[in-house]
């Protein structure tokens, strides 16, 4: 039987059976006697145990085969749970995680089971010690250490978050490299010698990881040769060249970073559950992994089908428009009438599309307790997440690329905002520290906060850092206010770690976070409180396909803006613009609003019928808290358009995010606010 055809299934079952298992080992831990948690667990692992033995993945089936053996040991109370035995279950989920993931990506799923194997079945025979436990995780480590030697030039040792990072730089045209740097045997000061390279590298590029970390670099905690993963617009050549221009420097080898291209296999989407809602334990307690069915009958959509059936949909608004304009001119009753009941069908057909594409957060965030809780023993630090609004529906096109800003703040909160539980002792505070992940519908946004109670920001130390990379002129430094100096932290390769690491501050900073989310058409502001804490919230637009827009008219031109960014359209008079700091601005309700003229930032001919008009139309539009006018010739009208891009041939026009085809065959532009307000 071929079981190719099924491999999809079992890609995204094993994924959905994994996260419940993750979810229950968490509530297990924090209620060990709860044998409701551990029966879940079982019949998750005796399901997945039973189709990854069906699709012939034996060591995926063996490691399993062994858990479901300690698991039915704790469900028939005859062994009694503790701290080891609990990592050891997540250090055998997470193999199993790390295979899935293999074939997912083409592999064949195979892995070295054998360590796990042995400790489970330690726990099996009663002979089981924390001795053995941190015996047999050093016999890995350094059964692991060639392997990582050899995969230097590769990304094995990256985290998500560097991943990511790579791949925007790559997209962006930037080399990533490899870069070896040997000293010579006689050199005495190593550490020198490394800050030097370091200093010469940051100069033409940015480092994103190092080996052996910079701590161990800085304390000369290394022979005479250190790793370095670099991003750089420059050439292999000419880096080392520079490296080799500083003494005491042996040799520099500098290979390509070899990024893997792994074919993503289509994601359906589950419109529903078909099974019918299993006997749980109390909602407060339940792993939130699963939907109470609700009763209708339901089938897996892929996620490429339903693609294409936007991109059908948004050329049917696209010509929806055109009728809609036609019917206008003929002014025939009975045309007017069949266009306005087809436009009226057309957006109940819409919303069922957009629907259709709509899946929780939850799918997102239900994989940040498991690494919260990793990070708080790594850290030694108590930490409780709380996620709110995890049932809250966001488009599966931006659901697929927020987790990596979030991954990223939630991780900044826990390393640079929660206290350890002696700090938070001595300024009064519970020793476990709060993490708030939240999610919620506003209007055609989704937010998503991320809330800490943890020391807030100390700005004198964001200033002092902003000042030392040259982003602020000390001389202005005093007339910053608190938010201008919470916003510092989302300048280039900001971070005011002192030690960099794994978990936060590897000199990519926050900007990456903020350029992500405005790259999904969103923004992302913080707040804070200095020793009440730190909240991040990051504004998304429920979709990428279809939007509301305001069509204004520029000169013989059409330009589109975005309904979510604007707050009024008004005309003012030529006396009510002033002038302030050489720019034309407003009075807006008593706040000072600058105007920006389109047909100057677009460079737009003028058509030879200018007129002095005694008037001036604006849009006024917001960012946040900034906010500007942008002066037109007149306005059209709201519109449904659909959002085209630009092709490959016109990346990165300054203030444009894309365009539309309006109902009578022209194109108009569609102005990205956010970029025209920075």
């Not at 999809?8 to 079952?13: N, P």
């Not at 193999?95 to 489970?120: C, F, N, Q, R, Y």
């Not at 799918?363 to 990070?375: S, Y």
């Amino acid at each position: 039987m071929d079981m190719n055809q099924y491999l999809d299934m079992f890609i995204e079952e094993s994924k959905e059976h994994l996260q419940a298992i993750n979810a229950n080992l968490l509530l297990l831990e924090n209620d060990p006697g709860n044998l409701t948690h551990v029966k879940e667990i079982f019949r998750s692992a005796h399901t997945l145990k039973g189709m990854s033995a069906t699709m012939g993945f034996e060591d995926m089936a063996s490691l399993t085969h062994e858990a479901e053996n300690v698991l039915d040991l704790i469900r028939n109370q005859k062994l009694t749970i503790n701290s080891d035995i609990m990592d050891v279950i997540f250090q055998s989920v997470d193999l199993i995680e790390g295979m899935v993931i293999d074939i997912t990506e083409g592999g064949d799923g195979s892995a070295d089971v054998s360590i796990p194997v042995k400790k489970l079945r330690a726990i099996v025979a009663g002979e089981f010690t924390a001795e053995q436990e941190v015996a047999a995780t050093a016999a890995v480590e350094e059964a692991e250490a060639p392997a990582a030697e050899q995969a230097a030039v590769g990304v094995d040792d990256m985290d998500d978050y560097a991943m990511m990072v790579l791949k925007q730089s790559k997209e962006q045209g930037n080399n990533l490299l490899w870069i070896k740097v040997s000293l010579i045997e006689s050199c005495l000061l190593k550490a020198a010698r490394a800050y030097m390279v370091f200093d010469q590298l940051e100069s033409m590029g940015e480092v994103i990881k190092t080996k052996p970390s910079v701590e161990d670099i800085e304390n000369e905690r290394f022979e005479t040769s250190f790793e370095v993963a670099y991003v750089t617009m420059q050439s292999a050549d000419k880096i080392r060249s520079s490296i080799l221009n500083i003494s005491e420097i042996q040799d520099v080898k500098i290979d390509p970073i070899q990024l893997k291209e792994a074919e993503r296999k289509p994601e359906p989407v589950a419109l529903e559950k078909t099974e019918e809602a299993e006997k749980k334990a109390p909602e407060a307690q339940q792993a939130p992994t699963r939907k109470q069915a609700t009763g209708g009958k339901t089938i897996r959509v892929d996620i490429d089908r339903l693609d294409i059936l936007m991109n059908l949909f948004s050329e049917l608004v696209i010509d929806r428009g055109r009728l809609e304009q036609l019917a206008r001119e003929i002014g025939k009753n009975e045309l007017q009438e069949t266009v306005e009941h087809m436009s009226r069908i057309s957006g109940d057909l819409q919303n069922i599309i957009l629907t259709m594409r709509m899946v929780p957060v939850e799918q997102v965030f239900n994989r940040f307790p498991r690494m919260i809780r990793d990070l708080q023993k790594d850290l030694h630090k108590k930490v409780h997440l709380e996620i709110i609004g995890a049932e809250t529906e966001l488009d599966r096109t931006v659901i697929d690329e927020i987790g990596d800003p979030l991954n990223h703040l939630l991780r900044n909160s826990l390393d640079h905002g929660i206290e350890s539980p002696e700090n938070r002792k001595k300024a009064g505070k519970p020793e476990e520290g709060t993490i708030v992940l939240r999610a919620f519908h506003s209007g055609n946004h989704v937010f998503i906060e991320v809330k800490d109670d943890g020391a807030g920001i100390n700005k004198e130390r964001v200033l002092k850092k902003a000042i030392e990379r040259g982003i602020v002129n000390p001389a202005n430094a005093d007339s910053l206010t608190d938010k201008q100096i919470h916003e510092l932290l989302f300048a280039a390769g900001f971070s005011t770690a002192e030690v960099i690491s794994d978990i936060s501050g590897r000199g990519v900073g926050l900007d990456v976070v903020k350029s992500k989310i405005e790259s999904l058409g969103g923004s992302v502001t913080v707040e804070s409180v200095a020793g009440q804490g730190t909240t991040f919230l990051i504004q998304l637009p429920l979709t990428l396909s279809i939007i509301s827009a305001m069509l204004v008219q520029v000169k013989n031109e059409k330009y589109a803006v975005p309904l979510s960014s604007i707050i009024e359209t008004a005309v003012f008079k030529k006396d009510q613009i002033m002038m302030a700091h050489r720019q034309k601005v407003i009075d807006f309700r008593g706040r000072v609003v600058p105007l920006v003229s389109l047909q100057d930032i677009f460079q737009v001919p003028a058509n030879g019928t200018e007129l002095d008009e005694e008037e001036v139309a604006v849009v006024i539009v917001r960012k946040g808290e900034k906010m500007a006018g942008l002066v037109v010739d007149s306005f059209i009208g709201q519109q449904e358009i659909v959002l085209k891009s630009l092709g490959k041939y016109l990346v990165n026009v300054f203030a444009i995010s894309g365009a539309t085809i309006l109902g009578d065959g022209q194109v108009a532009l569609i102005i990205d606010c956010n970029a025209l307000i920075k």
